[in-house]
């Protein structure tokens, strides 16, 4: 039972870390002035993006039946 307050916590940390770090990248000044770059290269970047979650996705999959499983 402590093994899953463990988890728990960890993963309550790691979304709190990833809340504040994205309320802090939202409220910069490189973001609210924009950058036309980006936004030119869209496309590439949600292939990257999508890339990314589901490789996220994958692995995230293959600890929780590691863990469950264990």
Excluded: H
Aim: glycine share 8%.
């Amino acid at each position: 039972m402590n093994n899953l307050y463990l988890l728990c916590g960890a993963v309550v940390l790691i979304a709190l870390i990833g809340f504040l770090a994205t309320m802090w990248i939202g409220g910069s000044r490189e973001n609210k002035e924009g950058n036309p770059q980006y936004d030119n290269n869209s496309v590439p970047n949600w292939i990257r993006l999508s890339a990314i979650y589901t490789v996220t996705t994958v692995v995230a999959l293959g600890a929780l039946i590691w863990y469950v499983r264990s």
